[in-house]
């Protein structure tokens, strides 16, 4: 047997040059970032260079594992030789990636070291075995029972190695197992990191377009179409809960190819998927739908088509009532996974949102049709069967005050009676006019059953909000019907109710379809950003054109739902002028150019008004002053009182109105001065003379039509309010 060379002696100072390697490793592998994620070079070259100072005559070789693979990472390669060796001057040619069933893959398995010289049915790599190596020192970087990488020492002398340069080497290992799983670990976070943030920014953008839908039937599709996007189902269909509570309503189905789709009623009662899932209230999760406690209640989506698996999640409202179930399905056995169930309750729980304010709007819509065509009492009936159909109550009622002041029950559904009105099972709003007027009387919702009515905790924020817009149109059919004789008699009334009954039907028709065009544009751009995320990186060009395309989709979006608040009911309440001047100035873009005074506003009282409506007809003088000055220009508002009324002057130093257009620049269909800015309807000053009525006030403009303009706005004063 060849004699081996006697092992060299470590000095004090080679100690203490280990020491400051071990340190100065330890200090890269604290400072690998987010920024570092996927490279623990630096950390593992250190690591190489100072185990070939520790083991003199060596070089080291370091490759990470993929054990999900089993396999090394032949690009992870880091090395480090003496000098003089032959590697070191002929590093281009490298060809010793671990070879399968090698001492590698045996220490890997093993999950200790292994020493060839101890092991003779071991041969050393043929491509070290040609530069000289004598023996080789293979070690497994574990961490947390997991093999993340090997190190390998190739020793050039014929020798064995010391017991202290494989106690050091050991320490070089942990070291360079802890590099790798560090990084690892940061990527993972960070590759998650971005997952998330995609989903949100996919669940964002779904949010917007299902908010922008006006029908309840669009918003469950648009549902559907950004469920089966986002967990690559097939087929998915909504089912929502009938006023009975026992049978599930099919009301839209999306899918690929779908053929016969069952969409008949399914009951709460029955046995079928979605079923369950409204009895149990929980998410479903069938990875095989052949399973046996499954397969017996399956009920198919499309009698034609085979589906594997199944997601299915309740929808329930934020006071606890169930709304229906959103089911998913796909061909594959194990088509979904838990964060596909994660992201569909995500989706499910910002669609129930959507779909109550989508009901809530059409209910809305359908009132003020009612308002203004319909006598007081159908108002209230109508009133009355919305608030059944929206709470899912059993019963509701009106009640007003006689002359006596007793509440008489003026209009219900059929079921309630006057003697109902104490009963614990009745949840009501009184009937304000206002802060200070006395209430008219109370509307009343009715939950036959006590328990479900406390489980479902009738008294939320939804079942307050829904009630007071009910209530507070039942309060206009009350005034409508006692000032019906006055509006009678007041021709321009009559004009303005008749005309915004008409444009609330036209500007509900245009920011429907506008909402339907425009709102598919972010989800567009997201695709295409998504397929396509290469070719954007390399060309800023289309990158920013695709950014500014999803920007203006969005502020268009947000422009229609602002606009769409118009046309909903005015509240009264006790306004400060001053206040809604501020929100308005605030609230204009304007240029430093223009010059805005305010005068003699604070001291004024109060008015009795809608403080948004008051802000809106303020924006909307301002902004047409501004675009008659071309931004370049003075504005003064001034305030002033009289006995009856508080009155406010709007006046600018631009071209002025010709006499003749007084009148005319209030109509609906006037398209001279005002013209179409951005972000308004395209008839601000009819806004402006509609909303001053409604607040039963009025506007009135004083020009020669070449020295400016004066519109002077009239508002009672609340303490001549009756």
Not at 65 to 80: C, I, K, L, N, P
Not at 606 to 614: D, E, N, P, R, Y
Request: glycine content about 6%; aromatic content about 6%; hydrophobic content about 40%.
């Amino acid at each position: 047997m060849e004699k081996r060379q006697p092992p060299p002696e470590i000095n004090e100072s080679k100690l203490l040059e280990v020491l400051a390697s071990l340190n100065q490793i330890s200090d890269a592998i604290n400072h690998i970032g987010p920024g570092d994620a996927n490279n623990s070079g630096v950390s593992l070259q250190l690591i190489v260079e100072s185990a070939i100072r520790v083991v003199p005559g060596s070089s080291a070789v370091i490759y990470t594992y993929d054990q999900d693979t089993g396999r090394f990472e032949a690009e992870s390669r880091v090395s480090a030789q003496a000098e003089g060796h032959a590697l070191s001057k002929n590093p281009e040619y490298l060809d010793d990636a671990p070879r399968p069933g090698g001492i590698g893959i045996r220490t890997i398995e093993r999950r200790r070291r292994t020493l060839s010289y101890e092991e003779h049915d071991l041969d050393v790599h043929p491509f070290h075995a040609a530069l000289g190596v004598n023996a080789v020192g293979c070690f497994p970087l574990i961490v947390a029972e997991q093999a993340v990488g090997i190190l390998y020492i190739y020793l050039y002398e014929k020798r064995e190695f010391t017991k202290i340069e494989q106690l050091m080497l050991d320490n070089f290992v942990n070291q360079a197992a802890m590099a790798i799983f560090h990084a690892r670990h940061i990527a993972g976070i960070k590759r998650n990191l971005a997952q998330k943030e995609n989903e949100l920014n996919r669940l964002r953008h779904a949010g917007m377009l299902i908010s922008s839908r006006l029908r309840l039937e669009e918003t469950l599709e648009s549902i559907l179409e950004f469920a089966l996007e986002l967990t690559n189902a097939q087929y998915g269909i909504f089912r929502l809960l009938d006023k009975s509570g026992d049978f599930l309503v099919t009301r839209a189905v999306s899918s690929v190819h779908l053929e016969r789709p069952l969409v008949e009623m399914l009951p709460v009662n029955g046995a079928s998927v979605m079923a369950h899932v409204a009895r149990t209230r929980q998410p479903l999760l069938i990875r095989d739908l052949r399973d046996k406690q499954w397969s017996e209640i399956y009920y198919p989506l499309d009698s034609k088509l085979e589906m594997r698996s199944e997601l299915c999640v309740p929808l329930i409202n934020a006071s606890g009532r169930l709304e229906g179930v959103l089911n998913l399905e796909s061909p594959k056995v194990s088509g979904f996974t838990e964060d596909d169930s994660h992201m569909l309750q995500s989706l499910a729980t910002h669609a129930i949102t959507a779909i109550q304010e989508v009901r809530l709007l059409d209910a809305l819509q359908e009132a003020a049709q009612l308002l203004i065509s319909q006598p007081s009492l159908k108002v209230l009936d109508q009133l009355c069967l919305m608030a059944n159909d929206l709470l899912n109550s059993s019963s509701s009622g009106i009640w007003l005050n006689n002359e006596q002041g007793q509440l008489q029950l003026a209009s219900s559904d059929g079921v309630l009676h006057g003697d109902e009105i104490n009963s614990p099972n009745l949840f009501t709003l009184p009937l304000h006019a206002g802060e200070d007027a006395k209430a008219l009387g109370m509307f009343g919702v009715f939950y036959a059953d006590t328990g479900a009515r406390e489980a479902r905790s009738a008294k939320s924020e939804w079942d307050n909000k829904v009630l007071a817009c009910l209530a507070n149109y039942a309060v206009l059919a009350v005034q409508n019907e006692s000032r019906q004789q006055a509006l009678r008699k007041s021709q321009e009334q009559h004009w303005t109710a008749e005309t915004f009954a008409a444009v609330g039907d036209i500007s509900a028709n245009l920011l429907h379809n506008m909402n339907n065009k425009v709102g598919i544009i972010p989800v567009r751009v997201q695709g295409i950003q998504d397929k396509y995320s290469k070719v954007l990186e390399s060309d800023a060009y289309l990158n920013k054109s695709l950014s500014e395309i999803e920007r203006s989709a969005m502020e268009a979006m947000q422009i229609v739902q602002e606009n769409l608040s118009h046309l909903r009911p005015i509240r009264m309440e006790n306004v400060r002028i001053a206040t809604c001047v501020s929100d308005a100035i605030r609230g204009v873009q304007i240029l430093p150019s223009l010059q805005i005074n305010v005068e003699e506003l604070d001291a004024l009282p109060m008015v009795k008004a809608s403080g948004q409506s008051l802000t809106f007809v303020f924006k909307n003088l301002i902004e047409n002053a501004n675009a008659a000055m071309n931004g370049n220009g003075s504005v003064t508002i001034r305030g002033h009182v009289g006995a009856d009324w508080v009155e406010v002057s709007v006046i600018d130093n631009g071209p002025g109105i010709s006499p003749e257009l007084h009148n005319q620049i209030f109509e609906l269909n006037f398209s001279g001065r005002a013209g179409v800015q951005p972000g308004k309807l395209g008839f601000g000053l009819w806004w402006v003379k509609t909303l001053m009525t409604r607040l039963g006030g009025s506007v009135v403009v004083e020009s020669d039509g070449q020295h400016g303009a004066k519109f002077i706005l009239r508002l009672p004063r609340v303490e001549n309010q009756l």
